[in-house]
């Protein structure tokens, strides 16, 4: 079975960090683009950081860049988001996804597996 097990939000204060960890099974991880989402309460799901399994591209919303950071081990199947200086909007739940077409986007729609979320909660 395909299985993304998002882990390590919390609690933290404005201006503190965070590092996310997307552990992926039953699939090949080297060939699948993964990227990071968040969806706050009363909001739309977005894009915040994706990174291409072909050349290890990687891409960031405009709202985290200079503050996000994507990195994989392919070696754990692992796939992180260094999260500093964080800020009061970025509380939300924070999903990893896989395509399988290996091109990272931004686009929720292009990704074919989803892990069920962790909750990162910043506050002021």
């Known amino acids: 079975d395909v299985q993304l097990q998002a882990s390590g939000g919390g609690l933290v204060q404005a201006g503190g960090s965070l590092r996310l960890s997307c552990a992926a099974s039953g699939f090949t991880f080297d060939d699948y683009a993964i990227g990071w989402f968040r969806q706050a309460p009363g909001k739309e799901r977005e894009g915040v950081s994706c990174?291409?399994?072909?050349?290890?591209?990687?891409y960031y919303a405009d709202s985290v860049k200079g503050r996000f950071t994507i990195s994989s081990d392919h070696a754990k199947n692992t796939v992180y988001l260094q999260m500093n200086s964080l800020k009061p909007e970025d509380t939300a739940v924070y999903y990893c996804?896989?395509?399988?077409?290996?091109?990272?986007?931004?686009?929720?729609?292009?990704?074919?597996?989803w892990g069920q979320g962790t909750q990162v909660t910043v506050s002021s």
């Open positions: 996804a896989a395509d399988r077409t290996g091109w990272a986007t931004l686009l929720s729609i292009t990704y074919d597996y």
């Open positions: 990174i291409s399994s072909s050349d290890g591209s990687t």
